[in-house]
């Protein structure tokens, strides 16, 4: 579950992490009087769940009240990354003289925490990634140890910082392994984190992102519809899927989330673009009507690809649901299947007399087929 700005930088600030001072409205008359409590220039951040906020003129800056309330004007029921505006925070505009990134994550690989830091802040950490890696340092932290503070004072070195700089990293990167830890977070980052003129360190960004298995012993959140992206996730969330809107016009229906990722990355790989991640394997295997429908309800979709493979999750049940779908919703767009598992020929003969759809028997071919029918 992700949280907004404001609410992760309260956690911040429970831990004792710096942020600037702000203040959440919902409306412009409220972003004025909120500009001049705080009684100097202000950021009128909008509050979504999307990154990207910044490009898609969801920050502005007021020098006066006046300027304050047109700005949050401006800002509240717009549309940013598919999201309505309804929320924003304002906040004292700091004097920058730099900026740094830092998070912590999950290393998948190694099962542990995985500190990012870089003294390339308020970039996409993405970009520096792929262009730059050098300037990504990274530090792994056992999970049964913790991380100590000679770790985190090795990591505010190797960025170069020295001084009270590197002494106000390190305690913000301990405080920060303490909101991860406390929340069940799989991902805390602050980009930037700012170096002000006179020296101090402040979040000037909090994203937080807290692991849905662990919402039961995290109460003072509560999964709403404003938690997702979109009002397809969040119905996605509700029927026990895993949906992701992405930029392409093929539509991905998939058992498993590494199967999932597989036949995506093989759309990429033949010249196509996926318009989402949708898997429903496992316990929700029986929701195959429900994620047709899901992906049916996306304008930008062309061709519906469905790919699954699995023990547990019963190829015919499976295409019982999809076969309802297809009877029900009457798409359009042409089906791609490709169907393997427990009762997989069961499965392919229900398509082909119920919907008269002929499964692929490889999932490459498959693919290709897709890409081929939506223009790629």
Do not use: H, W
């Amino acid at each position: 579950m992700k949280l907004y700005e404001y609410e992760g930088k309260e956690l911040f600030k429970k831990i004792g992490i710096p942020v600037p001072r702000g203040i959440m409205v919902t409306s412009a008359a409220a972003a004025g009087e909120a500009a001049a409590q705080l009684g100097t220039e202000v950021v009128i951040k909008s509050q979504i769940l999307q990154g990207g906020r910044g490009k898609a003129g969801g920050i502005k800056f007021a020098a006066t009240t006046g300027e304050a309330r047109e700005a949050a004007a401006a800002i509240l029921g717009s549309q940013l990354k598919a999201e309505t505006v309804s929320k924003l925070l304002v906040e004292e505009k700091l004097a920058i003289a730099r900026e740094l990134y830092l998070a912590i994550t999950i290393d998948a690989v190694k099962a542990s925490p995985l500190i990012m830091a870089s003294a390339a802040g308020g970039m996409d950490i993405e970009e520096v990634a792929r262009e730059t890696p050098e300037r990504i340092v990274r530090e792994a932290v056992p999970i049964f140890r913790g991380l100590l503070p000679f770790q985190a004072r090795r990591v505010a070195y190797r960025l170069g910082l020295a001084g009270k700089e590197a002494s106000a990293f390190t305690d913000i990167l301990l405080k920060l392994y303490r909101v991860f830890r406390f929340y069940d977070a799989e991902l805390v980052e602050i980009n930037p984190l700012v170096v002000t003129d006179d020296g101090k360190m402040v979040a000037a960004d909090a994203k937080v992102n807290i692991y849905d298995g662990a919402l039961f012993r995290q109460i003072d959140f509560v999964k709403g519809p404003e938690r997702y992206d979109n009002e397809r996730e969040y119905r996605a969330a509700r029927y026990g899927l895993g949906y992701v809107k992405l930029e392409g016009n093929i539509g991905v229906l998939c058992t498993g989330a590494g199967l999932t990722m597989t036949v995506l990355d093989l759309i990429n790989y033949y010249g196509g673009k996926p318009a989402n991640f949708l898997e429903f394997g496992g316990a929700t295997y029986k929701n195959s009507y429900y994620a047709m429908q899901l992906v049916l309800e996306d304008p930008d979709v062309k061709v519906i690809l469905i790919n699954t493979f699995g023990l547990v999750a019963r190829a015919d049940v499976i295409s019982q649901g999809l076969a309802q779908a297809i009877k029900e919703l009457k798409p359009t767009q042409p089906i791609i299947a490709s169907i393997r598992g427990t009762g997989e020929e069961e499965a392919r003969e229900i398509l082909r007399k119920e919907v008269g759809l002929e499964p692929y028997a490889n999932v490459e071919e498959a693919v290709r087929a897709a890409v081929k029918l939506a223009g790629g």
